[in-house]
């Protein structure tokens, strides 16, 4: 096994082609063939322990993206260590000969004080520019975490949806502009939801009006007709609703999964605290915080939800997949969810 993927990375030769010109052949002699199948994992093996040339900062790695984060107290004194640890993190990458991309590097502080919000990182004698937003798998974070930049950048993505959506109203019947809505519109809805999902209701409120928008087109009627029992009519979930059945799903996953025992750890219930019977003897304690940001993360509002669900209603079958276990969950709920036997919604 190890001669096989010894040949395939060692002794290859590539050209350049163009126009029906070739280049000269020339040996690589670093690195892995591009467009392979076995590329990409190989590369992931190459960096997997970059993770271990720093304690301070923590890494998120996708593909040939990475991520570092640190906090601290102090600015002055976590920008100093930032640019230390920086350091080692260059030394590995030069020892294992790659190259990192400064113009392609950022830096963001996410502070809740009121303070200078100007950071100076310094790598290899070249100041990382700072950006208050930055695109991250997708999604547009921003410093102030309120979603703002996201959420108007997928509003305007919509919003050219809904234009030919409008423009095939009364082109397509009503069960093809649904799926137009569930293929084009939907994804952007769904996507990250349980992030982005927590941001004010004034920020939200875009979102929240195209949507309608969009449903009172499929359902092809007046632009002020009461939206709620077209929501119920095309099986659809609104907005808000939908943020409530993805902390309940990641709730589900923290219970029931593996993948997130982090959060389970921090999962107590009132029985834990106290012997004695209550009517919340088996409700599982909200996380404190005077945070607003907080009470309205995922994790609180999941808790928050779950508490209320009958818990003997919730399906869990050991002889089953956990991934079947988790759809039909996800169906029962939504179910409830639609016909506002679960949470009143008045959105």
């Known amino acids: 096994m190890l001669d096989l993927l010894k040949d395939f990375v060692c002794n290859r030769n590539y050209f350049v082609s163009t126009n029906g010109l070739k280049s000269a052949t020339k040996t690589l002699n670093i690195g892995v063939p591009q467009g392979s199948t076995l590329g990409p994992l190989l590369f992931l093996l190459y ?7 720093s304690t301070l900062l923590e890494f998120t790695q996708f593909a040939d993206d990475t991520t570092l984060t640190a906090s601290g107290p102090h600015l002055n004194e976590l920008t100093q260590s930032i640019e230390s640890e920086l350091n080692k993190v260059l030394d590995w990458l030069i020892a294992n000969k790659l190259i990192i991309n400064l113009t392609k590097t950022h830096s963001m502080l996410f502070s809740n004080k009121r303070c200078d919000r100007k950071i100076s990182i310094r790598v290899n004698n070249t100041v990382l520019e700072q950006k208050s937003e930055c695109k991250f798998l997708g999604i547009i974070v921003d410093d102030q975490l309120n979603w703002k930049a996201h959420i108007n950048y997928i509003s305007s993505k919509i919003s050219k949806t809904i234009a030919i959506l409008r ?39 875009p979102l929240i009006i195209l949507q309608k928008k969009a449903i009172r087109i499929i359902s092809r009627v007046y632009y002020t007709e009461h939206t709620a029992p077209l929501f119920i009519s095309l099986n659809l979930l609104k907005l808000s609703q939908l943020y409530d059945i993805n902390c309940l799903l990641f709730i589900y996953r923290c219970l029931y999964s593996n993948k997130l025992n982090s959060y389970k750890d921090k999962m107590f219930r009132n029985s834990d605290f106290h012997n004695y019977n209550t009517r919340n003897n088996s409700d599982y304690r909200l996380p404190g915080s005077r945070l607003k940001k907080i009470r309205q993360s995922y994790f609180y509002k999941g808790t928050e939800l779950w508490n209320k669900i009958n818990q003997t209603e919730i399906p869990y079958k050991p002889n089953q997949s956990f991934k079947s276990n988790l759809a039909y969950f996800k169906r029962s709920i939504k179910k409830k969810i639609i016909s506002n036997l679960l949470f009143n919604d008045t959105n």
Do not use: Q
């Open 47 to 53: 960096i997997n322990d970059m993770c271990n040339c």
């Open 167 to 205: 423009l095939l109203k009364y082109t397509f019947p009503k069960h093809i502009l649904r799926t137009l809505y569930m293929s084009l519109i939907y994804p952007y809805f769904v996507y990250c939801n349980v992030i982005w999902g927590a941001a004010d209701k004034t920020i939200v409120e």
